[in-house]
């Protein structure tokens, strides 16, 4: 398999992980891996993928536009050949200016790392949980005031990954998630193992990004590249930091 080939099956894999399992992608999945070009590509794909699916949850069809279909399929072939033709222009034509927006708004909007963009629907949309002594011991850190997560947390990826912490699949490798609170606010945090993704761009200082209401700032150290997200005002979240 080459790096086209992967690339036509990776276009079809679903963002989130679901797919993982799927044997149809494993030998795309594994060349993606291997490949560094290759691996960047399909996590910038990933992330865009992430955020189109969000805009399109948005998409609402026309009001009556139900009505106006059942209304069509009660009418003579002839009348609906005159009637219905209106109908759909306007669906076709509606659903083709807000892909137009929300492509636009894609390509205007600041560059996001596809982790951060994982991280934020994550944090959004899932189901959180997980616990066990280590994740338990962890996020005693976290929750301690005096705790600043840039200078270094205490980081046992293997045990935590085994001992009950909420163990998520990005690009074909496992990421852990811990809930917490801090000041009343609740925060996620991601951490994934740098050497699983040598193609993302992890800068060490934070970074802020922003959606929707929903703010998350990611960095990394020599060992982990970490995000945290948050619905709460982004000042608490670089209180954090």
């Known amino acids: 398999m080459n790096n086209n ?17 799927t044997p149809a992608f494993a030998e795309a999945l594994g060349q993606a891996q291997r490949d560094p070009a290759l691996g960047a590509w399909f ?20 009001p009556g536009l139900r009505e106006a279909i059942l209304a069509g399929a009660s009418v003579s072939q002839a009348s609906r050949e005159t009637s219905r033709w209106p109908v759909w222009f306007a669906v076709a ?9 929300a492509t636009w708004r894609l390509k205007t909007a600041a560059p996001m790392e596809p982790l951060t963009a994982f991280a934020l629907h994550d944090a959004r949309f899932e189901k959180h949980g997980g616990h066990g002594e280590a994740a338990a011991e962890l996020k005693q850190v976290l929750e301690n005031p005096a705790t600043r997560l ?21 690009s074909g490798h496992d990421v852990i ?3 917490f609170e801090r000041g ?7 951490v994934a193992q740098r050497a699983d993704f040598p193609q993302l761009a992890a800068a060490t200082a934070p970074h802020l990004a922003r959606q929707d209401g929903w703010s998350a700032e990611q960095w990394a150290d020599a060992r982990h590249i970490y995000v945290v997200a948050t619905s709460a005002d982004p000042a608490a979240l670089r209180a954090l930091l």
């Not at 080939?5 to 399992?21: M, N, Q, S, T, V």
């Not at 865009?48 to 609402?60: C, G, N, P």
């Not at 034509?93 to 927006?101: C, F, K, M, Q, T």
Request: proline share 5%.
């Open 150 to 170: 840039a200078a270094g947390l205490p980081i046992d990826f293997a045990r935590l990954r085994t001992t009950g912490c909420r163990t998520l699949s990005f």
């Open 184 to 190: 009343g606010s609740e925060f996620h945090i991601y």
């Open 43 to 62: 996590a910038r794909e990933q992330a865009f993928d992430l955020v189109v699916a969000e805009k399109l949850r948005t998409i609402a069809p026309p």
């Open 177 to 179: 998630e811990i809930c």
């Open 5 to 21: 080939e992967a690339k036509f099956l990776l276009r079809a894999y679903r963002p989130g992980g679901r797919d993982a399992a």
């Open 93 to 101: 034509a509606s659903v083709a200016l807000l892909l137009g927006l």
